[in-house]
Protein backbone atom coordinates (compact mmCIF):
# COMPACT_ATOMS: atom_id res chain seq x y z
CA UNK A 1 0.00 0.00 0.00
CA UNK A 2 1.43 3.79 -1.05
CA UNK A 3 1.68 6.15 1.74
CA UNK A 4 -0.75 7.96 -0.31
CA UNK A 5 -3.57 5.18 -0.56
CA UNK A 6 -2.50 4.57 3.75
CA UNK A 7 -3.29 8.70 4.05
CA UNK A 8 -6.37 8.75 1.96
CA UNK A 9 -7.61 5.69 3.87
CA UNK A 10 -7.09 7.44 7.24
CA UNK A 11 -8.39 10.82 6.42
CA UNK A 12 -11.41 8.97 4.71
CA UNK A 13 -12.28 7.34 8.21
CA UNK A 14 -12.44 10.96 9.56
CA UNK A 15 -14.11 13.00 7.52
CA UNK A 16 -16.90 10.67 5.96
CA UNK A 17 -18.22 10.20 9.14
CA UNK A 18 -17.84 13.63 10.45
CA UNK A 19 -18.94 15.78 7.85
CA UNK A 20 -21.34 13.14 6.16
CA UNK A 21 -19.75 13.46 3.32
CA UNK A 22 -21.62 12.99 -0.24
CA UNK A 23 -19.54 12.12 -3.88
CA UNK A 24 -21.61 12.85 -6.94
CA UNK A 25 -20.68 12.16 -10.89
CA UNK A 26 -17.95 10.16 -10.13
CA UNK A 27 -18.74 8.52 -13.56
CA UNK A 28 -17.82 12.39 -15.15
CA UNK A 29 -14.03 11.05 -13.71
CA UNK A 30 -12.00 9.49 -16.33
CA UNK A 31 -10.75 6.50 -15.44
CA UNK A 32 -6.87 7.19 -17.15
CA UNK A 33 -4.86 10.01 -18.79
CA UNK A 34 -4.48 13.64 -17.63
CA UNK A 35 -7.13 15.01 -15.40
CA UNK A 36 -6.72 18.62 -14.35
CA UNK A 37 -9.42 18.76 -11.59
CA UNK A 38 -10.46 22.34 -10.99
CA UNK A 39 -12.46 22.95 -7.70
CA UNK A 40 -13.91 25.96 -5.74
CA UNK A 41 -12.62 26.95 -2.33
CA UNK A 42 -14.74 27.68 0.75
CA UNK A 43 -12.14 25.77 3.06
CA UNK A 44 -8.63 24.79 4.56
CA UNK A 45 -10.27 20.81 4.53
CA UNK A 46 -11.04 20.91 0.56
CA UNK A 47 -7.95 19.95 -0.29
CA UNK A 48 -8.07 16.62 1.75
CA UNK A 49 -12.00 16.50 0.96
CA UNK A 50 -11.29 16.60 -2.92
CA UNK A 51 -8.08 14.26 -2.30
CA UNK A 52 -10.25 10.59 -0.86
CA UNK A 53 -13.37 11.54 -3.20
CA UNK A 54 -11.62 11.27 -6.27
CA UNK A 55 -11.18 8.45 -7.35
CA UNK A 56 -7.52 8.64 -8.66
CA UNK A 57 -4.85 10.17 -6.99
CA UNK A 58 -4.58 13.81 -7.41
CA UNK A 59 -1.13 16.26 -7.11
CA UNK A 60 -2.61 19.29 -5.29
CA UNK A 61 -0.74 22.41 -6.44
CA UNK A 62 -0.79 24.17 -2.94
CA UNK A 63 0.60 27.14 -0.97
CA UNK A 64 4.11 27.41 -0.19
CA UNK A 65 3.44 28.14 3.36
CA UNK A 66 2.47 24.97 4.26
CA UNK A 67 5.22 23.04 3.47
CA UNK A 68 6.78 24.72 6.16
CA UNK A 69 4.55 23.72 8.84
CA UNK A 70 6.36 20.61 11.21
CA UNK A 71 5.07 17.16 10.41
CA UNK A 72 1.92 18.88 7.86
CA UNK A 73 4.26 19.88 5.44
CA UNK A 74 6.08 16.58 5.34
CA UNK A 75 2.73 14.28 4.48
CA UNK A 76 1.61 16.87 2.34
CA UNK A 77 4.80 16.77 0.48
CA UNK A 78 4.80 12.51 0.65
CA UNK A 79 1.07 12.76 -0.83
CA UNK A 80 2.18 13.87 -3.83
CA UNK A 81 1.71 18.00 -3.58
CA UNK A 82 4.16 19.88 -4.34
CA UNK A 83 4.29 24.17 -3.60
CA UNK A 84 3.08 27.22 -5.02
CA UNK A 85 5.08 30.83 -4.75
CA UNK A 86 1.69 32.95 -4.49
CA UNK A 87 1.53 36.49 -6.26
CA UNK A 88 4.27 35.58 -9.15
CA UNK A 89 5.07 33.46 -11.48
CA UNK A 90 6.56 30.24 -10.26
CA UNK A 91 8.25 28.25 -12.66
CA UNK A 92 9.22 25.17 -11.20
CA UNK A 93 5.62 24.82 -10.05
CA UNK A 94 4.82 25.18 -13.33
CA UNK A 95 6.87 22.78 -14.22
CA UNK A 96 5.92 20.30 -11.91
CA UNK A 97 2.32 20.76 -12.70
CA UNK A 98 3.09 20.30 -16.28
CA UNK A 99 4.89 17.73 -15.59
CA UNK A 100 2.40 15.60 -13.68
CA UNK A 101 0.30 16.23 -16.53
CA UNK A 102 2.44 15.00 -19.18
CA UNK A 103 2.66 11.59 -16.73
CA UNK A 104 -0.91 11.29 -17.32
CA UNK A 105 -1.66 11.97 -13.54
CA UNK A 106 -4.43 14.25 -12.21
CA UNK A 107 -3.46 17.98 -11.13
CA UNK A 108 -5.77 19.37 -8.73
CA UNK A 109 -6.34 22.96 -8.71
CA UNK A 110 -8.47 25.69 -7.12
CA UNK A 111 -8.25 28.26 -9.28
CA UNK A 112 -9.76 31.15 -7.19
CA UNK A 113 -5.92 30.69 -5.55
CA UNK A 114 -7.53 31.30 -1.92
CA UNK A 115 -10.41 30.44 -0.22
CA UNK A 116 -13.29 32.53 -0.67
CA UNK A 117 -14.39 34.72 2.57
CA UNK A 118 -17.94 34.63 1.75
CA UNK A 119 -18.30 31.01 0.20
CA UNK A 120 -19.28 32.83 -2.96
CA UNK A 121 -17.28 32.09 -5.73
CA UNK A 122 -14.87 34.36 -7.15
CA UNK A 123 -12.69 35.36 -9.47
CA UNK A 124 -10.30 32.06 -11.11
CA UNK A 125 -6.70 33.45 -12.22
CA UNK A 126 -5.08 32.60 -15.26
CA UNK A 127 -3.10 29.93 -13.97
CA UNK A 128 -5.74 27.11 -14.82
CA UNK A 129 -6.47 28.29 -18.24
CA UNK A 130 -2.62 28.18 -19.01
CA UNK A 131 -2.31 24.31 -17.40
CA UNK A 132 -5.65 23.12 -19.46
CA UNK A 133 -4.19 25.33 -22.88
CA UNK A 134 -0.36 23.73 -22.53
CA UNK A 135 -1.60 20.40 -21.98
CA UNK A 136 -3.99 17.65 -23.38
CA UNK A 137 -5.48 17.21 -20.11
CA UNK A 138 -9.37 16.11 -19.23
CA UNK A 139 -10.38 19.34 -17.64
CA UNK A 140 -12.89 17.99 -14.89
CA UNK A 141 -14.53 20.64 -13.01
CA UNK A 142 -15.56 20.18 -9.47
CA UNK A 143 -17.93 22.00 -7.01
CA UNK A 144 -17.44 21.24 -3.05
CA UNK A 145 -20.79 22.53 -1.02
CA UNK A 146 -21.70 22.47 2.68
CA UNK A 147 -20.02 24.13 6.02
CA UNK A 148 -17.26 21.75 7.40
CA UNK A 149 -19.53 22.00 10.35
CA UNK A 150 -19.47 18.63 12.14
CA UNK A 151 -22.60 15.85 11.01
CA UNK A 152 -23.76 18.25 8.32
CA UNK A 153 -23.48 17.37 5.09
CA UNK A 154 -20.66 18.27 2.75
CA UNK A 155 -21.27 17.15 -1.43
CA UNK A 156 -18.54 16.76 -3.79
CA UNK A 157 -19.76 16.99 -7.15
CA UNK A 158 -17.36 16.43 -10.15
CA UNK A 159 -19.21 17.72 -13.42
CA UNK A 160 -18.29 16.17 -17.05
CA UNK A 161 -15.41 16.83 -18.78
CA UNK A 162 -15.14 20.54 -20.65
CA UNK A 163 -14.09 20.02 -23.96
CA UNK A 164 -11.19 22.00 -24.79
CA UNK A 165 -10.48 21.16 -28.20
CA UNK A 166 -11.72 24.65 -29.90
CA UNK A 167 -9.92 26.71 -27.30
CA UNK A 168 -6.59 24.92 -27.98
CA UNK A 169 -7.52 24.97 -32.04
CA UNK A 170 -7.81 28.94 -31.48
CA UNK A 171 -5.42 29.30 -29.22
CA UNK A 172 -7.66 31.27 -26.77
CA UNK A 173 -5.81 33.70 -23.76
CA UNK A 174 -5.00 31.79 -20.60
CA UNK A 175 -7.56 34.04 -18.80
CA UNK A 176 -11.02 33.33 -21.41
CA UNK A 177 -9.60 29.65 -20.56
CA UNK A 178 -9.79 29.95 -16.82
CA UNK A 179 -13.05 31.97 -17.49
CA UNK A 180 -15.04 28.49 -19.15
CA UNK A 181 -13.60 26.59 -16.23
CA UNK A 182 -15.15 28.63 -13.83
CA UNK A 183 -18.44 29.12 -15.82
CA UNK A 184 -18.67 25.36 -15.41
CA UNK A 185 -17.94 25.41 -11.73
CA UNK A 186 -20.71 28.61 -10.95
CA UNK A 187 -22.64 25.97 -13.28
CA UNK A 188 -22.63 22.70 -10.79
CA UNK A 189 -22.76 25.16 -7.64
CA UNK A 190 -25.99 26.70 -8.77
CA UNK A 191 -27.24 23.70 -9.88
CA UNK A 192 -26.63 21.80 -6.50
CA UNK A 193 -26.63 24.31 -4.13
CA UNK A 194 -30.72 24.44 -3.88
Keep these: MSFYQFAKGVVASVFFPLYR ?3 HGKEHFPKDGA ?7 IDNLDPPTVGICAPRQVHFMAKEELFRVPVLGG ?28 DGGV ?29 DASIVPCAIIGTYKPFQK ?18 TSADEATELIM ?12
Design 21 to 23: IEI
Design 183 to 194: SKIAELLEKHQS
Design 154 to 171: VRVYFGPPIDFAPLREKK
Design 75 to 102: IVRKVGSFPVKRGMSDREAIRKGLNVLK
Design 107 to 135: LGLFPEGTRSKDGKLGKGLAGAGFFALKS
Design 35 to 41: VLLCSNH
